[in-house]
Nanobody, 120 residues
């Protein structure tokens, strides 16, 4: 199983970016999917996550600015980031809780990280 993230880059304050993360491989079911971020010198933190039914959860710092969504048919999770601030600068990592078969337990997989830089 692999998670491939894309969509990071350099953007000015107030701008927008959309991150994508696609899971591939022999997958039975994906439960929760989410985005985490890690800024230099800081711990990794949850940005947002979403269940397979579409229930979402956001960090207080991004509420009202970021929107997480997913396409279950494509095993893909998205993060629409609007009104970006310099403090949003970080490496963003996708995470997925995956079962490989119906007898399996939930396993956590991580994408490779995509860098988001908010600067003028």
């Amino acid at each position: 199983v692999q998670l491939q993230a894309s969509g990071g880059g350099l953007v000015q304050p107030g701008g927008s970016l959309r991150l994508s993360c696609a899971a591939s491989g022999s997958i039975f079911r994906i439960n929760r999917m989410g985005w985490y971020r890690q800024a230099p010198g800081k711990q990794r933190e949850l940005v947002a996550d979403i269940t397979s039914a579409g229930s979402t959860n956001y960090a207080d710092s991004v509420k009202g600015r970021f929107t997480i969504s997913r396409d279950n048919a494509k095993n893909t999770v998205y993060l629409q980031m609007n009104s970006l601030k310099p403090e949003d600068t970080a490496a963003y990592y996708c995470n997925a809780r995956i079962l490989l078969n119906k007898f399996d337990y939930e396993r956590a997989y991580w994408g490779q990280g995509t860098l988001v830089t908010v600067s003028s």
